[in-house]
């Protein structure tokens, strides 16, 4: 392969690379988010318990109270009953009772209801602490992994921007130019292999006589795919190539990308 291609398709590797470590630095804020949102949700589970706990108390005083009333009613009338002279006056007071007492019945039902409810969301609290305990110390976890994946990724960014910087010098300016241009419009890939004559990335078949040009060691210009722009480099089939090499793992990484076939169109 011609050392400038070589050169050019090891920055390829790289800028891939790069692409993914800022992708990924791009994502670590949103985790950190879910993590956060995490304990803001249990939080807020046991405020709605506590606020549930708090109304429930409220409403179960409410109905002790009209247990408490309608028993003294009840009291009331059986007292006054025993007064009347009238057979009729008697009876609406029996009747009386009877209201009251079902009163009485219903209120504490209302009561018992109540009681039990409490008892519910006494529980929901404790099971909503606990789980606050739990999900602290996950979040604890969590953003201590994601600053640390945030320091890996910023000094192999860095490491991979230096080395940017060594291949770029590497590369012929013209040739850069290009691959700059593709690139920027490509998804980050300026370069692609041509193997069984055809593009690797989007597959468009390479005219006979690039694909002879490009096969030449001395060939000095510069072909790109008619399709999709790319750079395009001449790949030993894989008996000849040497296997694991660098310029080799970069053809590899670089065929790798396979969602290109898409963009082939829309040139
Ligand atoms: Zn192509």
Redo the contacts with the bound molecule.
């Keep these: 392969m011609r050392p400038e291609i070589k050169s050019l398709v090891e920055l390829q590797s790289v800028d891939m690379r790069l692409a993914e470590l800022r992708a990924s630095l791009e994502a670590l804020p949103k985790q950190l988010a879910e993590t956060e949102k995490q304990l803001i949700d249990a939080r807020q589970n046991l405020a709605s318990a506590k606020e549930a706990l708090k109304t429930s108390t409220k409403d179960r005083k409410t109905f002790e109270m009209d247990v408490e009333a309608w028993k003294e009613k009840a009291r009331k009338y059986r007292d006054q009953s025993l007064a009347v002279k009238t057979n009729d006056a008697y009876k609406a007071l029996q009747h009386e009772i009877q209201y009251a007492e079902t009163e009485v019945a219903q209120a504490e039902d209302r009561l018992l209801e109540r009681m039990v409810a409490g008892e519910d969301f006494d529980r929901q609290i404790k099971a909503a602490e606990q789980a606050i305990v739990g999900v602290e110390r996950m979040a604890l976890a969590s953003r201590q992994e994601i600053k640390a994946k945030q320091t890996a990724l910023q000094q192999e960014l860095a490491a991979k921007q230096a080395e940017r910087q060594q291949k770029i010098a590497a590369v012929p300016e013209e040739l850069y130019k290009v691959y700059e241009r593709v690139a920027g419009r490509r998804n980050h890939i300026g370069v692609?292999a041509v193997r069984e004559e055809a593009?690797t990335?989007?597959?468009?078949r390479i005219r006979p006589h690039v694909f002879q040009e490009l096969r030449r060691e001395d060939c000095t210009d510069i072909f790109q795919?008619?399709?999709?722009?790319?750079i395009?480099y001449y790949v030993e089939p894989e008996p000849a190539a040497a296997p694991g090499g660098p310029a080799e793992s970069a053809n590899v990484r670089a065929n790798g990308i396979s969602t290109?076939g898409a963009s082939?169109t829309n040139v």
């Design positions: 692609a593009c990335l989007c597959g468009v795919c008619e399709t999709c722009t790319r395009l290109d082939a």
